[in-house]
Nanobody
Framework: VQLVESGGGLVQTGGSLRLSCAAF????????MGWFCQAPGKQRELVAT???????NYADSVKGRFTISRDNAKNTVYLQMNSLKPEDTAVYYC???????????????WGQGTQVTVSS
């Protein structure tokens, strides 16, 4: 299973970006999908997750500004980022909990990361 991210870049404070992440490969099913971020010198941390049924979870720091969504038919997850702040600057990683066979174990897969830089 491969996760391919796109949509990062440089934006000014208050601007918006939309990240996309598509899962490819021999996928039987995907449970949760999500976005994590890692700033220089810090640990990777959760930004937002979404279950297959649509239940979402957000870090307190992004509530009201970021929206996670997914297209199950396309095995794709999105992160709409509005009202961006310099402290949002980080590498953003896509994550998927998926299985490659019916009744098989779920594994955690990661994308390669996409840089988001918010200038002040």
């Amino acid at each position: 299973v491969q996760l391919v991210e796109s949509g990062g870049g440089l934006v000014q404070t208050g601007g918006s970006l939309r990240l996309s992440c598509a899962a490819f490969g021999s996928i039987f099913g995907i449970n949760a999908m999500g976005w994590f971020c890692q700033a220089p010198g810090k640990q990777r941390e959760l930004v937002a997750t979404i279950q297959s049924g649509g239940t979402t979870n957000y870090a307190d720091s992004v509530k009201g500004r970021f929206t996670i969504s997914r297209d199950n038919a396309k095995n794709t997850v999105y992160l709409q980022m509005n009202s961006l702040k310099p402290e949002d600057t980080a590498v953003y990683y896509c994550n998927a909990i998926a299985t490659t066979e019916s009744g098989g174990p779920m594994y955690s897969y990661w994308g390669q990361g996409t840089q988001v830089t918010v200038s002040s």
